[in-house]
């Protein structure tokens, strides 16, 4: 049980680990985080990179729809612009890749303002149809304007590249991806500890009375939209380095129900969840398919039975959570972190 | 002098006249109550001082300039600040969020700001955190519910976290929409004491709906009352309660007595 909890100053109230424990365990978790690629193998380390983009696209569309309620099917449009722009600027200029990934995060962030514009008249479901022409609307650009886009072939890019550093394999991309997944964690926690995260809150519980209490609707709208994209431009990006090739079906539709999911099972409106989410998402579709490979030896036709079945179990799972636990992974953590807290009592 | 001014101020929704040439004034650092039956257009009144409908005709002067054109936030960061009939807390906040977001206009943090916490952001937050907490929090005594998320709290104490975010905002004029309604006796009691304070300590005008009589003629200074979109009837507690029209629209009819029962329930009883 958590005793002694008692403050001196509103800035330690405030912080982001408010006790010596919390620390530790976070030190623990970068710890392993950074000895991670040196342990596991390269399938663990190419998932171990997918997760850490996922989290970051995730985390910028939990921002948009969970923290401010608007719910956007835009995701992997912003993403694709953000890719694209890394691409023609790794084809076309010389730029190391902060500069290349702040660019395609401005970039996607302005499409994600134009997208968001209709945001001020219409939500819920028209605001999903209205990102979703958008996201349409992308996809057709990403497929026509071959001079800059490639084209259906896309385009292949250099590796990410700093100080005369290449950035080629997954092992060098982990450390490009995983440290930028938790800056944009960090830049989130304190987003929802200061003002402009309380004014998203406050727009997703009551728009009307917020406004009335002083909050820009649209001005703030706006700026969600944006930091939104930002965040989903800037994982585009790191696809594109990690990929190494865009092409227009890189970012189908099926992308963005994949973050929005992400957002939901996870738990809306909580960083946690984020990670849980995107982590869930993108590694059970993966155990699935190493189950029937375990399954193999026992059972010839498992990979003729397994692999259609694949998506119907992935889906069964997302209904599951759903149903038992309609406020996500999170609140799963949520209570494990409470049992702990109360032992030896019970709650 | 005035604070607010009311003149001719018409407003309707297609062919229903919710205010229709309404004109009163809210004398300063007085508490000012409008009182009238259900559907007489004493929240669109507040809705139209908020900036929230606009209304056809009339105008609205606040310190004496004009408030046509000017959009609701912006009017919030001029000191008008009020609470709602059926409370509008931020359900996914805690208590003290809630307050903070109230001094939003009085902040400056910007996008980047926020996502750093560094500097002026971080000292900002700081700032309002002691004031909120010194002035607000341990005046109103909800120092116990700070953390909790305001979804979990009794209705009493929601009403009264809703006044704290409504001072947050540093208001002139404070209005409160049906500030005790629901509310026990005792709740109540602490909700008008509150008020009273308030006027003293905040130099604060108060603007009022309020349905309970024995309440508004206990704090009121200035009482105006609507029917039907109109006001009948501009005064002080004394005078509004003796004005024939008044009973009227209570009552359907002239049966003074009775309706002298209704509005002064202490005198009956001694």
């Given amino acids: ?347 | 002098m005035n604070i607010l001014e009311i003149s001719q101020l018409s407003l309707s929704f297609g062919g229903v006249h919710a205010l229709q040439d309404v004109s009163f004034h809210v004398p300063k650092d007085t508490i000012t109550t409008v009182i009238g039956p259900n559907g007489a257009g004493k929240t669109s009144l507040f809705n139209c001082i908020s900036g929230f409908y606009k209304p056809q005709q009339g105008e609205i002067r606040y310190q004496g300039e004009a408030l046509k054109g000017i959009k609701p936030p912006k009017r919030a960061a001029l000191g008008l600040a009020r609470t709602f009939q059926n409370i509008a807390l931020f359900r996914g906040m805690t208590v003290l969020d809630n307050i903070k977001l109230g001094a939003h206009v009085h902040m400056k943090t910007g996008l980047l700001g926020s996502l750093s916490y560094y500097g002026r952001a971080r000292r900002e937050e700081m700032e309002i955190r002691e004031e909120v907490e010194r002035r607000i929090i341990d005046f109103l005594e909800i120092d116990h519910i700070r953390q909790q998320p305001v979804a979990s709290l009794p209705y009493g104490l929601q009403k009264r976290v809703e006044l704290a975010r409504a001072l947050a905002m540093r208001p002139k004029v404070l209005m409160l929409d049906e500030p005790v309604a629901g509310m026990n006796r005792e709740e109540k009691e602490d909700m008008a004491r509150f008020i009273l304070d308030i006027r003293e300590e905040w130099d604060v005008t108060v603007l009022m709906v309020e349905h309970d009589m024995g309440m508004v003629m206990d704090i009121s200074d200035h009482i105006a009352v609507l029917n039907f979109g109109q006001v009948i009837a501009e005064g002080e507690p004394h005078d509004v309660q003796q004005n024939p029209e008044v009973i009227k629209a209570y009552l359907g009819n002239s049966d003074i007595d009775d309706l002298r029962k209704r509005l002064n329930p202490d005198q009956e009883a001694a």
């Avoid at chain 1, 028209?126 to 057709?140: G, R, W």
């Avoid at chain 1, 609707?217 to 706006?222: D, E, G, M, P």
Wanted: glycine share 10%.
């Fill in chain 1, 1 to 347: 049980m958590r005793i002694g909890d008692a403050k001196q100053t509103y800035l330690a109230d405030e912080a982001i680990w408010t006790s010596s424990t919390q620390k530790i365990w976070f030190a623990l978790l970068l710890a392993a985080l950074l000895a991670f690629p040196f342990m596991a193998s390269s399938y663990l380390l190419y998932l171990g990179c997918l997760v850490g983009i996922a989290v970051i696209s995730t985390t910028g569309l939990n921002i948009l729809t969970g923290y401010t309620g608007l719910i956007s099917l835009g995701q992997a449009g912003f993403m694709g612009v953000g890719a694209y722009t890394v691409a023609w600027l790794s084809l076309n200029t010389g730029l190391p890749f902060p500069v290349t990934l702040l660019l395609a995060g401005l970039v996607a962030a302005a499409v994600g303002v134009l997208v968001g514009l209709p945001s001020l008249r219409v939500k819920g479901l028209y605001l999903a149809i209205a990102t979703l022409a958008a996201s349409v609307f992308l996809h057709f650009i990403f497929a026509e304007w071959e001079p800059v886009t490639g084209g259906m072939e896309g385009l292949s890019l250099q590796p990410a590249h700093l100080f005369g550093l290449e950035f080629r394999s997954d092992f060098a991309m982990y450390f490009i991806i995983v440290p930028l997944a938790i800056l944009a964690l960090l830049a989130a926690k304190n987003l929802f500890r200061t003002r402009v995260g309380r004014a998203f809150i406050a727009i997703r519980d009551r728009d009307i009375s917020a406004e009335i209490l002083g909050i820009p609707l649209l001005k703030y709208k706006l700026m969600s939209f944006a930091l939104s994209s930002f965040y989903a431009g800037v994982a585009g990006g790191l696809f594109a380095y990690f990929y190494r090739v865009v092409t227009p079906e890189s970012f189908p539709l099926s992308m963005s129900i994949f973050y929005l999911a992400a957002v939901i099972v996870g738990g809306m409106g909580n960083l946690l969840g984020g990670i849980l989410g995107a982590a869930f998402m993108t590694l059970v579709p993966e155990a699935l398919k190493l189950l029937t490979a375990v399954m193999t030896p026992i059972w010839p036709n498992a990979p003729v039975f397994m692999s259609p079945m694949l998506e119907i179990i992935f889906g069964a799972l997302i209904v599951g959570f759903l149903i038992f636990e309609p406020h996500g992974l999170a609140e799963i953590w949520r209570r494990i972190r409470r049992f702990f807290h109360l032992w030896p009592f019970r709650s």
